[in-house]
């Protein structure tokens, strides 16, 4: 009879493990395929966020200082564009409850860079005039001159 009731304990035992390993595994299964689409529309948005990387930069160097100065102006008011997009959908998130801003006085700050990048975007859809080139061209050199003291 003992041997009997040892076998029933071990085969219930058995069974109690099995089951629990079951519903472990069913478990795992049910978050794996929760997380999966997250997963992917992580991957989606990353990719569409990425900078192309086949874009070739230019060749600063051979450029003459005021071609420099041109595509620094160009390169600059992109810059602007980007930061002036995501403040601006920082702030409309916000608005919109989306995604609220926690700090103190972060909206406000956002609100006055809407302002500011926006107006100098307006400044920047002309290329430089010639008189602002050779103000840049005149404080490079100094800058240059005063590099070169200092070494």
Same mark, same amino acid.
């Given at each position: 009879?003992?041997?009997?009731?040892?076998t029933?304990?071990?085969?219930?035992?058995?069974?109690?493990?099995?089951?629990?390993?079951?519903?472990?595994?069913c478990?795992?299964?049910?978050?794996?395929?929760?997380?999966t689409p997250?997963?992917?529309?992580?991957?989606e948005?990353?990719?569409?966020?990425?900078?192309?990387?086949?874009k070739?930069?230019?060749?600063?160097?051979n450029m003459?200082?005021?071609?420099r100065?041109?595509?620094n102006?160009?390169?600059?008011?992109?810059?602007?564009e980007?930061?002036?997009?995501?403040?601006?959908?920082?702030?409309?998130?916000?608005?919109?409850?989306?995604?609220?801003?926690?700090?103190?006085?972060?909206?406000?700050?956002?609100?006055?860079?809407?302002?500011?990048?926006?107006?100098?975007?307006e400044?920047?859809?002309?290329?430089?005039? =010639?008189?602002d080139?050779?103000?840049?061209?005149?404080? =490079?050199?100094?800058?240059?001159?005063?590099?070169?003291?200092?070494?």
């Amino acid at each position: 009879i003992k041997s009997n009731r040892s076998t029933d304990r071990s085969h219930t035992t058995t069974m109690m493990l099995f089951r629990s390993t079951a519903v472990l595994l069913c478990f795992l299964c049910f978050v794996i395929l929760a997380t999966t689409p997250l997963v992917e529309s992580a991957r989606e948005t990353s990719r569409t966020t990425k900078k192309p990387r086949n874009k070739k930069k230019p060749d600063l160097k051979n450029m003459t200082p005021r071609e420099r100065i041109n595509f620094n102006h160009d390169r600059r008011k992109e810059q602007l564009e980007r930061m002036l997009e995501e403040t601006k959908k920082l702030v409309s998130d916000h608005e919109a409850g989306v995604k609220l801003i926690e700090r103190d006085g972060e909206y406000e700050k956002l609100k006055k860079r809407v302002d500011a990048y926006s107006r100098k975007l307006e400044r920047m859809q002309e290329p430089p005039s =010639e008189r602002d080139i050779e103000r840049m061209l005149h404080r =490079e050199e100094m800058r240059s001159s005063r590099r070169h003291r200092e070494l």
